[in-house]
């Protein structure tokens, strides 16, 4: 769960007038979740936010799923995702159930014509190639390589790439993204033992602020299905705000490894907890320094989550042809484990380089189409020597 956060000007108590320098209000509004019970934020717009000029005819975004009971070891090649110069369209969905959709995204051009909302779920956006600035009603964060942007449920966005060469792995949650429960103490602070503290969370900086009527459109997502808003003002005209429902980005180089003498479980490189999912990165770290200690995992069955594997960089020591942007699912209960000879290779190497983001679901998982178009059929089979 984020911090308390302010930028801009908000007024000396919320609900009271706050006026522009003409005498004119300027227009507060609640930002909340779970009703009104969980976090908020108030925001202060130049223009009330809730002039709509005309909505046009909307379409549908929904994944096409291609296996809806999956019980089989699978990998897929993620960078065959193609690249695609309208953002929406860039987005390909390869593994979806009701709590969590994952999707890969190879936008090549920044998001000119309109902005985007997602009004259905919480958005995590890893950064696996590419930079620039993701614009939002609540200000500015630059992004690079290796960072997860987190874009709560209903905050309006715009992509601004410094290139055509971007990849994006996309995280879709139902519910909100929060630090792992453990890691937070009495007070909402994150604990002293925590991979990651509150230095490490970068909030908006530098709030675009623009006193602008026209024509603007917001593509909204809500059921699949985008609906395409035009408002009246710009949807970035926002004087202020305070709150814990903001966007931030949190760098996977900046996640502290935690090691031990012996093998330790994943949970150590969690990064977020969703509903009915959880999210780690496996980052460079030193292996295991009992004398006798095997560095690769050991044979694994998780008999109540799925498990997937997004392969960003370094070396894989567990497994062999690994490429960047592959992505391995490991459905509930179905032993998998370190490739044959991957054990023996193991021991006595002192460090890993590899870098890798993965998605635990509580519930099964569906394969879409799309994913079975970038598929390495006989991975069920690659354990045998
Ligand atoms: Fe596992």
């Known amino acids: 769960m984020p911090h308390y956060r302010k930028l801009g000007k908000i007024p000396r108590k919320r609900h009271i007038q706050f006026r522009k320098a003409n005498g004119d209000l300027y227009s507060e509004q609640l930002v909340s979740t779970e009703g009104f019970s969980d976090t908020y934020s108030l925001v202060y717009h130049h223009y009330p936010p809730t002039r709509v000029l005309k909505i046009d005819k909307s379409f549908s975004v929904a994944p096409e799923v291609a296996i809806n009971k999956n019980m089989q070891n699978r990998s897929f090649q993620g960078f065959k995702a193609k690249p695609e110069s309208d953002y929406i369209k860039s987005r390909v969905p390869v593994l979806v159930n009701n709590d969590v959709y994952m999707s890969l995204a190879a936008p090549t051009e920044s998001m000119t014509d309109y902005f985007f909302k997602n009004s259905q779920a919480s958005e995590l956006i890893f950064i696996h190639e590419g930079s620039g600035v993701l614009h939002t009603m609540y200000g500015k964060i630059p992004f690079s390589y290796g960072d997860h942007l987190i874009i709560p449920r209903g905050v309006i966005y715009k992509f601004e790439f410094e290139n055509d060469k971007n990849r994006l792995l996309i995280i879709e949650s139902f519910g909100p993204f929060r630090y792992p429960k453990r890691y ?144 391995t699912l490991h459905p509930t209960g179905i032993p998998h484990g370190p490739h044959p000879g991957a054990v023996e290779k193991s021991i006595g190497k002192k460090e890993t380089n590899e870098l890798a983001f993965m998605l635990d679901t509580f519930f099964p998982l569906k394969i879409t189409k799309q994913a079975l178009e970038m598929e390495d059929k006989d991975y069920y089979q690659s354990w045998i020597d």
């Open 184 to 327: 937070i103490n009495k007070a909402g602070q994150l604990t002293e033992d925590a991979p990651f503290c509150e230095r490490d969370i970068r909030a908006p900086e530098e709030l675009e602020s623009y006193d602008e009527e026209g024509d603007f459109l917001v593509m909204i997502k809500r059921d699949d299905e985008i609906f395409p808003y035009h408002y009246a003002s710009h949807p970035f005209d926002l004087v202020g705000w305070d709150g814990y429902h903001y966007p931030f980005a949190f760098s996977i180089h900046d996640f502290e490894p935690i090691t031990g003498r012996l093998h330790m479980p994943p949970p150590i490189h969690q990064t977020f907890d969703g509903r009915n999912f959880v999210t780690c990165a496996f980052v460079p770290r030193l292996y295991d320094y009992h004398p006798e200690s095997i560095p690769a995992p050991y044979n694994h069955s998780n008999v109540d989550s799925d498990e997937v594997l997004y392969y960003i960089d370094g070396d894989f020591m567990s497994r062999k042809h690994v490429e960047r942007g592959q992505i």
